[in-house]
């Protein structure tokens, strides 16, 4: 615990991406009506750029089960599509009052080619086992190495109120180029709501942003990035949670001089 | 104890031996012989040692002349042969002795005739598996840093706490299934926090009895050990006191005789750990302050000798850990643990036959804070009685029994305030218990069932009983062997939270039960050598399962793992079994103790799940202590402890929420993974300097001199991606200081 709470200051080992992760999914609204289509976004870092990413939704009215397993077809279910769209079961309409409720998932499973079997299982349809295991996901994981597979899942609300939380607006404006080893002052604004827990996250394919998270109590904040000591490019993406399920991304990228 | 008993020489049988004259030292017998009557006698009564050695006398039936005295002094010179009990152990004991003069008032003739007869006698211990440690033995045993009680955690049957933290887990149970008694009444804690020492100061204590297993049915409300620290109910022979200093704390303790029949002891510590650690641990560019960790305790007594001993205690503990922020009520971390005690014990001895009554009564209270919106809390106002009779069997009464009445009552309250579960509630408590044993003692052989019950009702609801039936058999087969067996069923009812409604709890759960079962051998092979064995097996059922949650708190670290949030159910069973080393050695110059510990205990937590390991299994415990008194009064010793690490739950894979922007671990199956061994070398030296009204004692101790970085729990980094095993402590050297007159 003393170790935890000295260990704040300098970057954060915690903001370095640099393996096949699942950095953000992002639906284009936090919460949705039933029978509502949602745009949805996910980010995906591949220093390799040689990856399969599966994703798919899960209603749940009671855990470890999806209403989506009882179509024939997997609602919102797609294969290598980073950018796609799934529709939230109109079933839940029986359910959905003003109160927002946490009743739908979405997740991602990128995998190295080659490395997870259920890409080609997928192949040959939609079987039983397949579906169970998308209803408890870890399962897909329990035989998977920890290098090249990356897992992510993000909950969304319902509701049938008319005037639902929307997603904040996020950007982060710093210089282009830094010294190797040097600081870079970045300053973010954000637009939108911002809840209890609010916070910026910062992740940088290399060198580090200083703290893993910059609490958001306004709505413009500073987060310094430590350069590598290496020159040449460095990826940047800063995500913002709004503290009420919304989320945001922004990309941009530094040169080390 | 030991008491004095009464026989008649007549009554003994052929097994009891009277002291025999070897030697009579010649009277001084005065120049001129006194006027003596017809038949002049007199009778001496003499205490007579083990060894045969004339303790004490005094003329019973004077012949009122000169020769009383003459005869008294010769009698101290004089030597017998010791008395022999009924199981043929040598003996103290008290006869009458006549001394016949002739008309020139030589003693012609000395004889033991129709003498009465007084053997000293040990009682037998209803406690079956009990370690007695007496505090003068242990307290130079290095490990301890000057500390009796904790010499307890080398014992056999105790699993090595990690990171030196104070719980004991005994013979594969959880740490909150064993109880701690000072003298027979409940003590919510019997150490400091993180294990540095006892919050009872190894002075006032006579000596520290563990029981690991098949307690009798004295102690009830448990499934594991018992630590029972026991005071004397003696007056000092002077007034005595004591102060001492070391790294961590400064302690004193002063024992004063007011009058005849009473005396007053006075003891407090104050650790001054914090001052170090402060700060070392603060940081004036975050403005976090750290108050880590800081102890109290006290202590009051007052002892009063009549036709029965009164004693009151009055005691208290106050432990606390905080990491406080710059602002003035900004607080990252807070942890207290205290408590306060006032007892009262009436102890009456009449021939064997005892009385003990003890009143306690006082708060007590465990808080933790973590940041803002986790909270927890433990309070309990409560009191308890301990009404008990018993009489010791003896080789002259073949039968014995103890019963008594054991009570609590009080209120107790919770909060836990984690996250989205926010659980509270309060409760009057009353669990009164009874408990009666009758030993009955043939020859070598000696058999003692008992029976104990118990009850408990809540304000909130819950009412349940228990009744717990226990037999232990003790065979003296040959003069240094004895052969133990117990049997015995234990229940320990469930906590409030698990049964108050208010907070998601079942009013219908059960007690937890344990059935144990031990069988032990103990045999000495020379004088001061003995070696005892002892093997057992535990049972668990009934056992309380459910509502896991990542924090657990005020029992032993965070769990990992998957974790059973179901309702809270009576579906938990296990079983532990083990064997048991102990070697002794206390010699002239040395003491040596040696434990070995081999066990294995598991659980299954539900119906049809397969059987994992405990937490705390620790298939193999090894302690070996020694102590040696060198010329120039110094003294050295060294303790060394190896054993299996601690099981623990290893994480298979992880996903990425990012909702929360943390990772989530997946784990693999429960405790199927073990930490790497442990192994430890703690090394003393004492020295001691004697003045004409005091002494002064200086001591180093050296714990973990290797700088073994022993792993004690384990830990990931934030993606689950590499093990980080959390170490002990580095090598720590503890200096120390202590004053006596």
């Given at each position: 615990m003393i170790a935890l709470l000295l260990a704040c200051a300098g970057p954060s080992e915690d903001t370095l991406v640099d393996e096949l992760r699942v950095l953000s999914i992002t639906p284009e609204v936090p919460e949705a009506a039933p029978g509502q289509q949602v745009r949805q976004d996910t980010l995906v870092v591949d220093p390799f750029e040689d990856h399969r990413l599966l994703q798919w939704t899960c209603t749940s009215l009671a855990p470890g089960s999806c209403l989506e397993a009882e179509s024939e077809d997997w609602e919102g279910l797609s294969v290598d599509e980073p950018r796609g769209s799934f529709t939230v079961s109109a079933a839940l309409a029986s359910v959905a009052t003003d109160e927002p409720l946490p009743l739908v998932r979405r997740w991602a499973l990128a995998c190295e080619e080659g490395l997870c079997p259920v890409f080609d299982e997928l192949d040959a349809g939609l079987t039983e086992a397949l579906r169970r295991d998308l209803q408890a996901p870890t399962e897909l994981l329990r035989d998977l190495p920890f290098e090249g597979v990356s897992l992510a899942v993000r909950g969304m609300y319902v509701s049938s109120r008319e005037d639902p939380a929307t997603q904040p607006t996020l950007t982060c404006a710093g210089p282009w180029e830094v010294e190797p080893a040097g600081t870079a002052e970045f300053s973010c604004a954000v637009e939108g709501r911002l809840a209890e827990g609010a916070a910026l996250w910062g992740y940088t394919s290399a060198g580090g942003w200083v703290g893993a998270s910059v609490p958001l109590r306004s709505a413009e904040v500073g987060y310094s990035l430590v350069a590598p000591e290496e020159a040449g490019p460095v990826q940047l993406w800063v995500i913002v949670e709004d503290g009420a399920s919304g989320s945001a991304v922004w990309s941009g990228s530094i040169r080390v001089r | 104890m030991r008491a004095l008993i009464a026989l008649l020489a007549s009554a003994l049988g052929a097994e009891v031996r009277l002291p025999e004259l070897v030697y009579q030292a010649p009277a001084a017998l005065p120049a001129e012989a006194p006027e003596l009557g017809e038949e002049p006698s007199l009778l001496l009564r003499l205490q007579i040692s083990e060894q045969g050695e004339v303790l004490d006398a005094l003329v019973v039936e004077p012949t009122g002349t000169s020769l009383d005295e003459a005869a008294l002094i010769a009698a101290f010179s004089s030597r017998f042969t010791p008395a022999y009990d009924a199981e043929g152990q040598p003996s103290g004991a008290v006869i009458d002795y006549r001394v016949v003069f002739d008309a020139s008032a030589e003693p012609v003739q000395v004889q033991g005739q129709g003498l009465e007869v007084l053997v000293e006698e040990e009682r037998l211990s209803p406690e079956i598996g009990e370690r007695r440690l007496s505090a003068e033995d242990i307290r130079y045993l290095p490990g301890s840093a000057g500390d009796v009680v904790k010499v307890v955690q080398s014992l056999p049957g105790v699993a090595r706490a990690p990171l030196g933290t104070a719980n004991l887990s005994i013979r594969g149970t959880a740490p909150e299934d064993s109880a701690t008694y000072l003298d027979g009444s409940p003590i919510p804690l019997v150490f400091h926090f993180a294990g540095l020492t006892s919050v009872v100061p190894g002075e006032a204590l006579d000596e520290v009895a563990f029981v690991p297993g098949s307690a009798s049915v004295r102690y009830g409300r448990l499934l594991g050990g018992v630590v029972d620290l026991r005071t004397t109910s003696e007056l000092p022979e002077a007034s005595n006191g004591q102060v001492s200093v070391d790294l961590y704390q400064a302690s004193m303790f002063v024992e004063q005789r007011l009058g005849e029949r009473t005396a007053i002891t006075l003891a407090g510590r104050r650790s001054y750990i914090d001052a170090v650690l402060s700060p070392l641990l603060s940081n004036p560019d975050t403005g976090l302050k750290v108050q880590a960790p800081r102890y109290y305790d006290a202590q009051l007594r007052v002892v009063h000798q009549g036709d029965a001993s009164w004693d009151l205690l009055v005691f208290g503990s106050d432990d606390r850990f905080r990491f406080l922020g710059a602002e003035e009520d900004e607080v990252f971390a807070s942890f207290a643990d205290r408590f306060l005690r006032a007892r009262v014990r009436r102890v009456q001895d009449r021939s064997g036959l005892a009385h003990e009554t003890t009143v306690s009564l006082g708060p007590e209270l465990r808080f933790f804070e973590l940041g803002e919106g986790t909270e927890a809390y433990e309070r309990d106002l409560g009191a308890s009685l301990r009404d008990e009779w018993s009489l010791a069997p003896t080789a002259a009464r073949p039968v014995g029994f103890r019963a008594g009445v054991d009570v609590l009552g009080g209120q107790q309250a919770f909060l836990f305030d984690v996250g989205p579960t926010r659980e509270e509630g309060e409760s009057l408590y009353f669990a009164p218990g009874a408990y009666a044993e009758g030993t009955l003692r043939l020859g070598r052989f000696a058999a003692t069932p008992g029976l104990r019950g118990d009850a408990l009702v809540m304000d909130n609801g819950y009412s349940a009983l228990s009744l717990d039936p226990r037999l232990s058999l003790r065979w003296a087969v040959t003069d240094r062997t004895v052969l133990r067996a117990a049997i015995g069923r234990y229940s320990a009812f469930p906590t409030l939270r698990q049964v108050d409604p208010g907070a998601d709890g079942e009013l219908d759960l059960l007690p937890e039960r344990s059935l144990q079962t031990t069988l032990g051998v103990q045999h000495e092979l020379v004088d001061g050598l003995s070696i005892e064995l002892a093997g057992y097996l535990s049972e668990l059922d009934d056992l309380v399962v459910g509502r896991e949650e990542r924090l657990r708190f005020f029992n032993g670290p965070p769990p990992v793992g998957p974790f059973d949030t179901d309702p809270y159910a009576n579906d938990g069973v296990g079983r532990s079994l083990g064997a048991e080393l102990l070697v002794r050695y206390d010699g002239r110059s040395s003491t040596a103790l040696l434990a070995a510990t081999w066990s294995r205990s598991r659980r299954?937590?539900?119906?049809?799940e397969d059987a994992e390991l405990f937490e705390s299994d620790q298939p193999l415990v090894l302690s070996a202590l020694w102590s040696q008194k060198l010329p120039r009064d110094l003294r050295l010793g060294a303790r060394l402890r190896a054993g299996s690490g601690n099981p623990y739950t290893p994480v298979v894979q992880r996903y990425f929420d990012t909702d929360s922007r943390s990772f989530v671990p997946v784990y693999g199956e429960r405790s199927s993974a073990r930490l790497d061994p442990f192994f430890s070398l703690d090394v003393r030296v004492d020295k001691s300097w004697t003045f004409q009204r005091w002494s002064l004692g200086a001591y180093l101790e050296i714990q973990n001199a290797t700088n073994a970085r022993n792993p004690e729990l384990m830990a990931w980094n934030t993606d689950y991606s590499k093990e980080i095993p959390i170490t002990s402590n580095p090598t720590l050297p503890v200096f120390g200081l202590r004053g006596q007159w």
């Open positions: - | 299954i937590d539900r119906p049809g």
